[in-house]
């Protein structure tokens, strides 16, 4: 566990977030009995998933995240993939992409902390531009939204012209700026043929397009890039898992290659996966996606059983109470986007809000 805290910002550093809403002094972190005891029923909820050796750690941060939230008028958004202590017991509002999206459009709040990573607190900017966005940790990146630059879609239009491009959420603004239409892994099927057209380019994630491409008789032209985390998982490991219980129920992530996706019993994005758990109540089940999903879904459903064969995101994993802690009081790191360039990609992300809608 990071528990290495920022240290207070000294005034010549501050940020234009600091300067507006001003630093707030380090609370007392002390895990004192007064402490425990406020902090025992959160802790109750959570105990299946958080070691009892790691909460008097958390707890004073979890409180002290909590009031403030209240103190700076401030909402936490928090990706499936954030740890339990994160996602159960300071996030306001919790989901995948598309939800976060779409809820950051209807928060009330001066100020919202995306716990997640950058491309998601830059669609939080986009949708919300006269609030403050902060990130708990600026480095928090995607190995999708890497893949590609605003560059790559102005010679993907040349290549292709009159082709619509389709972009995952998952991409900087810079890319968001360029295409026609954003999707998310819930909704790339019914974003990719509402052109009516009979090819898409289907941008970035190589493994998403060959699930559409299996979803729809649009010809999809994909891009190569990759999820670091879903790309690891093979199809041998989880006829493996099945040889050993043939009752076991997997279910996957449309990032996962398609030789892993063949083994599932089901294919949807993070809400979509949690919300089959929460309907089907398998005995047993393996979500094959970023390790701490298992954890948030089994606090709320008793009684199923996960297997987690255990891949990491190294960047979702950048965001740590300490952190957040760090960012509502000293405002850090706010992120912003070029107005030029919001006003375009926004356009993007509020074309497939409103097909959604
Ligand atoms: P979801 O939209 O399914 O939450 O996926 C986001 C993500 O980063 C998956 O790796
Ligand atoms: Fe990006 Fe994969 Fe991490 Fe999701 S899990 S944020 S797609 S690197």
């Known amino acids: 566990m990071d528990n290495i805290s920022i240290s207070t910002p000294d005034e010549t550093t501050l940020g234009a977030a600091a300067q507006k809403f001003g630093v707030i002094e380090k609370p ?24 009892s050796i790691e909460w008097p750690f958390f707890a004073p941060y979890i409180k002290a995240i909590n009031e403030l939230k209240k103190k700076r008028n401030a909402v936490i958004l928090a990706h499936n993939y954030q ?37 998601m607190a830059e669609t939080s900017k986009l949708l919300n531009p006269d609030k403050t966005i902060l990130i708990p940790d600026q480095s928090a990146g995607c190995s999708l939204a890497d893949s590609i630059t605003g560059a790559d879609v102005r010679l ?28 998310t892994s819930s909704n790339a099927v019914q ?8 090819r898409v380019l289907c941008i970035p994630d190589e493994y998403l397009a060959k ?34 219980d043939p009752g076991i129920k997997i279910i996957a992530h449309p990032e996962c290659p398609p030789d892993v996706l063949a083994e599932a019993d089901f294919t949807g994005s993070t809400s979509g996966m949690i919300d089959w758990v929460q309907t089907k109540r398998p005995q047993k089940v393996i979500m094959v996606t970023e390790c701490s999903m298992s954890d948030n879904v089994a606090v709320e459903t008793p009684g199923v059983e996960f297997v987690r064969p255990c891949n990491l995101c190294p960047h979702m994993k950048q965001i740590t109470l300490p952190k957040i802690l760090d960012s509502l009081l000293y405002m850090t790191d706010e992120v912003t986007v070029d107005p030029e360039i ?16």
């Open 28 to 51: 007392d972190l002390e895990y004192t009995d007064a402490v425990a005891e406020e902090m025992a029923p959160m802790y109750e909820r959570v105990a299946d998933v958080i070691p």
């Open 83 to 119: 740890t339990p202590e994160i996602f159960h017991c300071v996030s306001d509002i919790s989901g995948d992409s598309l939800q976060l999206a779409r809820e950051a459009t209807k928060v009330d709040a001066d100020i919202i902390v995306q716990c997640g990573v950058h491309f």
């Open 342 to 357: 919001a006003a375009r990609a926004r356009l993007s992300v509020e074309r497939m809000i409103n097909l959604n809608n």
């Open 156 to 183: 993907l239009r040349e290549k292709y012209p009159g082709v619509p491009i389709v972009t995952y959420v998952n991409t900087t603004a810079d890319v968001k700026a360029e295409v026609d239409i954003c999707c």
């Open 191 to 198: 974003v990719v043929e509402s052109f009516g057209v009979d």
């Open 211 to 244: 699930y559409v491409a299996t979803q729809t008789d649009v010809e999809i032209i994909a891009w190569k890039g990759h999820c670091e985390v879903h790309e690891r998982f093979t199809a041998e490991e989880l006829r493996n898992y099945r040889k050993a």
